[in-house]
C-alpha cells in the first residue's frame, strides 16, 4: 500500500464522517508520507490537518465545478487557506444543499416505493446536509428490507454490496438519475483561477469516473490552466492509469494519486488504496517540485 494519500475526506464533507485528527493518527499509525485531506467545497478541516507533526500535510480541497455540463471534481493543494473566497463558496452550496435535502428523500422514494421517515432523516445526526448517502442508510435500515426489490443489489451478497451507500446514492442521486436535485457549482475556469489566485495548484480529479467517457475534452481542460491529473486513483483500472499517465506527460503535468477514502460510505476503498504504480519517493518530489514551483 502507497504510504501517500493526497484524496482525503473527513467529517467535514457531507459524506464523510470521521474527524480530521482520527485520520491524522491513522495515517501515523500505518506510516503515511505525504497526506491531504480534500474535503468537499470545505476547507475548515485543513487548520487542524496542518496541526499534525507525524505526517507531512498539504492543505488541500475538493470543488465541485462545472465544464460543458459536465460535474467535475477538481483538487486544490498548497493555497492559503485563509482565503474567504473559499468560505463564500462552502456558504453557497451549503445553503443549496439544505433546500435540498427534503426534495431528494421526496424523490427516491417516488422513485423507489420505499417508506422512508422524512422527519427522522431531516432530525437525524449530522443531518445539515441531507445527501444521497445519508438518505441511502436510512433506506436500509428500515423493516421488512427484503421485500423491497429495489435495495437487494445493496444488501450483503448483492452486486453492489461493496459500498451499498454511495452505490445508491450514484445510482439515484447523481446527475441524470431520478433522485438528483440540481445544485449550483462554479465553473471549472473560475474553480481553477480560484485556486491560483490563492497561490496554490489544481489536479482534476479521478478522471476515469467523472469525465464519463468523455475524454476528448482533455485538451481543453488542460488549457484552461490545469497543473496535475490524478492518474491514480481507487476508481481507475490500470488500463484508465496508463492512458492518463501519458497524457500528464505529454503535456508535463504533476502526476497525483488519491483514494478518496470517505470511511463508511465507501469501505472498499483504504488509506493509500490508489494503487500508484510509481515509486512513492518519485511522487513526492515530483509533487513538491511542482507546487515550489507554482508559489514563484
Not at 491524522?24 to 497526506?35: I, Y
Not at 465541485?64 to 463564500?88: P, S
Not at 477514502?261 to 488504496?273: D, E, S, T, W, Y
Request: glycine share 8%.
Amino acid at each position: 500500500m502507497s504510504k501517500i494519500d493526497l484524496h482525503i475526506h473527513s467529517r467535514f464533507s457531507s459524506d464523510g464522517e470521521i474527524p480530521v485528527n482520527r485520520i491524522l493518527e491513522m495515517c501515523s499509525l500505518t506510516g503515511m508520507k505525504l497526506v491531504s485531506i480534500t474535503d468537499h467545497n470545505s476547507v475548515e478541516g485543513v487548520s487542524e490537518a496542518m496541526e499534525t507533526t507525524d505526517v507531512e500535510v498539504v492543505p488541500g480541497v475538493e470543488l465541485d465545478c462545472i465544464y460543458r455540463g459536465l460535474n467535475l471534481h477538481l483538487l486544490g493543494y498548497g493555497f492559503d487557506h485563509t482565503n474567504k473566497a473559499f468560505l463564500k463558496i462552502e456558504e453557497d452550496i451549503l445553503n443549496q444543499e439544505k433546500d435540498a435535502g427534503e426534495k431528494r428523500i421526496r424523490l427516491f422514494q417516488k422513485a423507489t416505493g420505499i417508506p422512508l421517515d422524512i422527519a427522522e432523516i431531516l432530525n437525524s445526526e449530522h443531518a445539515d446536509i441531507i445527501s444521497g448517502e445519508l438518505i441511502a442508510e436510512h433506506a436500509l435500515a428500515i423493516k421488512n428490507i427484503g421485500d423491497y426489490d429495489v435495495l437487494k443489489p445493496y444488501l450483503p451478497g448483492g452486486e453492489k454490496a461493496d459500498m451499498p451507500y454511495v452505490r445508491i446514492y450514484w445510482d439515484f442521486f447523481a446527475p441524470d438519475k431520478p433522485a438528483y436535485v440540481p445544485i449550483r457549482y462554479i465553473s471549472l475556469p473560475d474553480a481553477i483561477k480560484l485556486i491560483h489566485n490563492a497561490n496554490g495548484m489544481t489536479v482534476l480529479a479521478h478522471p476515469g469516473q467523472n469525465l464519463s467517457g468523455n475524454f476528448s475534452l482533455l485538451p481543453d481542460i488542460i488549457s484552461e490552466g490545469l497543473d496535475g491529473i490524478e492518474v491514480y486513483s481507487s476508481y481507475h483500472s490500470a488500463e484508465d492509469a496508463a492512458y492518463f499517465l501519458d497524457i500528464a506527460k505529454q503535456n508535463r503535468l504533476l502526476v497525483s494519486c488519491g483514494s478518496d477514502f470517505h470511511g463508511k460510505n465507501k469501505p472498499a476503498i483504504q488509506l493509500g488504496g490508489h494503487g500508484a504504480l510509481l515509486d512513492d519517493e518519485e511522487i513526492i518530489t515530483s509533487f513538491h517540485h511542482k507546487l515550489i514551483g507554482e508559489k514563484k
